[in-house]
């Protein structure tokens, strides 16, 4: 094995095993039999599969992704003047003298006002319902917004393309991180994304797996009713909202729906009744008390047993001694960490979130593999992200879904797996661009 294959294997074989996952070790010892250690574990094909991804990553990041540098320093502008005009409205209610960045000063200021908080994270801040906690809030957010596009205009390179890092074994479940800019961050900001663009003749090809870790957990648990949705092409988040408002999903308004994506994102992997309602308050804007939470929360297991059922084994499991490790569908292994009474949950959520968030990493590398000679340019969460020629875009599109779908086969069926892919002139673009 070369150093850097042997690097590949001691991070497959110790996945789980404290420390910083973003970090990259240092060279592995010389005399351990990484061969022999990886096919004991089972490991072989892990190992094969991260060797066969790594060139590919490679020439991803030396390709890069093409920025519109016009539209970066127009966003950057905005989010400056956002930014200073969400802090001067913080300082004309909080005090002039006030550091919204200071923790310690916010809760000062904010006792003074009568609001007493253990801490001024953004849990506690969303929940105390305050109006000058929000405006907190919507500073932090603003002043976040303008670190991250001021961090991504100092990335591009005299190409005009950022050349992220990304790391495959990035994180415990085996799924990728990103560094050098953090490309993750950009999320579903339509305008952030909007400055990632395709060169002249040429257009993005964007696939994402749709609801892709409800369909793998649905799957895991044997959840019939949602397994029959997705088979189907039923919108699931229509389904679950009929279900915890008692009415046919055909029915349903788009606030009871966003609701049912709150509950199911938010239970699948066994948040708590409190949990849910913070959820649903800080990524949905839903204003949920923990009662209203923890009913919704019966109406959902009820709805869905065997996810109940999947969720109870697992905490089983966490609370045996004798489990020390979590598997993928493809056998990527997670070491958890000993049972601890605190560190329960831990691994209860090791448990549940690996199956299903590693298993659609362990996906979505096979299909870049598949796809080793292709342009991509980025890979965030669950999309792949192609670069070609206008005219070969369709049949791209094709080529790119195909590959991302059989990237799950021997795992989960294929009739399961949704991909959609569009092709448009920027990565936050909607257009279709004509077969």
């Known amino acids: 094995m070369s150093p850097e294959e042997q690097v590949l294997a001691r991070r497959i074989l110790e996945a789980g095993r404290g420390g910083s996952q973003e970090e990259l070790p240092a060279a592995p010892e010389k005399k351990r039999d990484w061969s022999g250690e990886l096919r004991e574990a089972g490991l072989e094909k892990v190992w094969q599969l991260e ?14 992704f093409r920025v519109d540098g016009k539209m970066l320093e127009f966003l950057a502008r905005t989010a400056e003047k956002n930014r200073a005009e969400a802090e001067k409205k913080v300082k004309e209610v909080l005090g002039e003298g006030l550091n919204p960045r200071s923790p310690k000063q916010v809760k000062e200021a904010l006792e003074k006002r009568g609001l007493k908080l253990k801490s001024t994270d953004e849990v506690s801040l969303v929940m105390s319902g305050d109006a000058a906690a929000e405006l907190v809030l919507k500073s932090r957010a603003a002043e976040k917004r303008a670190q991250m596009i001021a961090t991504y205009r100092e990335a591009v390179g005299k190409d005009g393309r950022i050349h992220a890092e990304f790391d495959p074994l990035g994180t415990a479940t085996g799924r990728f991180s990103c560094r050098e800019p953090n490309l993750q961050n950009v999320g579903r900001d339509a305008g952030m994304r909007s400055c990632f663009v395709a060169g002249p003749k040429q257009v993005l090809v964007i696939a994402d797996y749709s609801q892709i870790e409800l369909r ?108 020390g490790e979590v598997r993928t569908l493809y056998g990527r292994r997670r070491w958890l960490p000993p049972p601890d009474g605190r560190m329960d949950w831990a691994r209860f ?87």
């Not at 066969?52 to 890069?64: H, I, K, N, Q, Y």
């Not at 999309?383 to 791209?396: F, G, P, R």
């Not at 448009?424 to 673009?429: F, P």
């Open 51 to 64: 060797c066969r991804l790594a060139p590919v990553v490679s020439a991803m990041r030396e390709r890069g």
């Open 216 to 323: 793998v957990a649905a799957f895991l648990a044997k959840e019939e009713a949602m397994l029959a949705a997705f088979r189907s092409g039923q919108d699931i988040h229509a389904l679950t909202a009929g279900k915890l408002a008692g009415k046919a999903a055909d029915r349903v308004g788009e606030e009871e729906r966003k609701l049912a994506k709150a509950v199911n994102f938010g239970l699948l992997y066994g948040m708590s009744a409190r949990g849910l309602a913070e959820y649903g308050r800080i990524s949905f804007g839903l204003k949920l008390s923990e009662k209203e939470a923890r009913d919704f929360r019966g109406k959902f297991f009820g709805a869905y047993p065997r996810l109940q059922r999947w969720h109870d084994e697992a905490r089983q499991a966490a609370e045996d001694p004798e489990v």
């Open 349 to 435: 959520t090791a448990l549940v979130n690996t199956p299903v968030q590693g298993t659609c990493g362990d996906a979505i590398k096979r299909a870049m593999v598949a796809l080793d000679d292709v342009p991509l340019v980025s890979t965030v969460h669950d999309e792949l992200i192609v670069e070609v020629a206008e005219k070969e875009s369709a049949a791209m599109a094709d080529r790119v879904a195909g590959a991302m779908r059989a990237g799950f086969a021997g795992m989960v069926p294929e009739d399961l797996i949704g991909v959609a892919v569009r092709r448009a002139a920027s990565w936050g673009g909607e257009k279709l661009f004509p077969s």
